[in-house]
């Protein structure tokens, strides 16, 4: 694609319109039937991160706009948030829970993720949901009653690719980035990791990046939800990575760093490209390259939290009509 004609940049707001009409409605909905004033999401503040307050701020503002209640708990004390969430639990007024990490920025974070009930974590973080997502099991409960929830970041980015069409819906669900290239820079636990194996379950092959190696993941073979597969291709260098993006159909950026800058010559022309870090990891020549761009995905994300906090709600509602 050539400077004269530029690629689109694609804004996280846009793509998010569908998800907040519909979740908007399903709200309504509840507040009709057994949620009058609305559902209760609690987020968790323990740290001083100006940035985590603005998420903080940022998501009460999305909430109160579609109809949830939010409040906000500081906690001064880190030593007492542990406390905070297990009451938070066993409150059944309240619907959903976030955290803002980091809170102790080290293991003890992963310790508190796995502290919030599993039936009230909006952002997806409990082991199970993640043993389900690495596993391609789609359901909590065996059966096709209770649909398990995705960590919302991942999540967000798949429902950018539906987006953007990256998605073949003429392909069966399950399979429908047959054939496509992704690069993923960025293996954390959090995202870079559940997002490689979500994209390869959907039958994408996916080259995953982060700062010491590269490797593949793949569709399993066989079964229709079988597990995808993970295979070491090599310490990372800046050439193994341009060779992975000669043919890559996406590329998806969340480097936390504000030096790091995605190489726009390793873009293959006409690349989907994205970015999920804080800061921006393609410089403003991406979209000499790039056929769409979307430069953050915060506004999908949130609009994920809120689907997800939906589907708890209607997954207890399930056990309790069931009882
Ligand atoms: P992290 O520090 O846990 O992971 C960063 C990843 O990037 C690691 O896999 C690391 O190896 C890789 N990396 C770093 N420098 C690299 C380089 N030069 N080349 C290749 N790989 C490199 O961070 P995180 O929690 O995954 O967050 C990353 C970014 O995404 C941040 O900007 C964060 O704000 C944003 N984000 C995080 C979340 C979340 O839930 N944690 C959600 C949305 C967005």
Redesign the pocket.
């Known amino acids: 694609m050539s400077a004269e004609k530029p690629g689109v940049t694609v804004l996280a707001s846009s793509i998010a319109e569908r998800y907040v009409g519909e979740i908007a409605a399903k709200v309504e909905k509840l507040k009709a039937s057994s949620r009058p004033q609305g559902p209760l999401l609690v987020g968790f503040l323990a740290n001083d991160d100006p ?1 985590a307050a603005m998420y903080a701020s940022w998501t009460e503002k999305t909430c109160k706009s579609l109809g949830f209640r939010y409040e906000l708990r500081k906690i001064e004390d880190k030593d007492f948030l542990e406390e905070a969430i297990i009451v938070a639990n066993m409150d059944d007024s309240v619907d959903g829970i976030m955290v803002y ?1 980091p809170v102790f920025g080290n293991a003890q974070d992963q310790y508190l993720q796995q502290v919030v009930a599993r039936e009230k974590d909006v ?1 997806g973080l409990n082991h199970v949901y993640y043993q389900n997502l690495y596993h391609n099991i789609r359901y909590l409960d065996g059966g096709q009653q209770l649909k398990s929830v995705l ?3 991942p999540l ?1 980015v798949v429902k950018i690719l539906e987006y953007l069409k990256v998605y073949n819906t003429l392909l069966p669900e399950g399979n429908r980035l047959y054939g496509k290239k992704c690069v993923v ?9 559940p997002l490689a194996a979500l994209l390869a379950n959907d039958g994408a092959t996916v080259y995953s ?4 190696n590269i490797q593949k993941f793949t569709r399993g073979e066989g079964l229709k939800f079988s597990k995808h597969q993970v295979k070491d291709i090599g310490d ?1 260098s800046d050439g193994l ?1 341009q060779e992975c993006c000669k043919d890559a159909d996406v590329l998806i950026t ?4 504000a030096n ?1 800058k995605f190489p726009t010559e390793y873009i293959r022309d006409g690349a989907v490209c994205i970015n ?4 921006k990891n393609f410089d403003d020549s991406v979209k000499t390259r790039a056929s769409l761009y979307v430069p953050t ?2 506004k999908v ?1 949130i609009s994920m939290l809120l689907r997800n906090m939906l589907r708890l709600i209607e997954n207890s509602q399930k056990l309790k009509g069931s009882k």
Do not use: K, M, Q
Not at 209 to 212: K, L, Q, T, W
């Open positions: 940035a990490f952002e960590p919302c970041t967000a820079v960025n293996r954390s636990e959090i995202v870079g990791r990046v982060d700062i010491n990372y990575l969340g480097v936390p760093s790091y999920f870090s804080s800061h995905t915060g994300t």
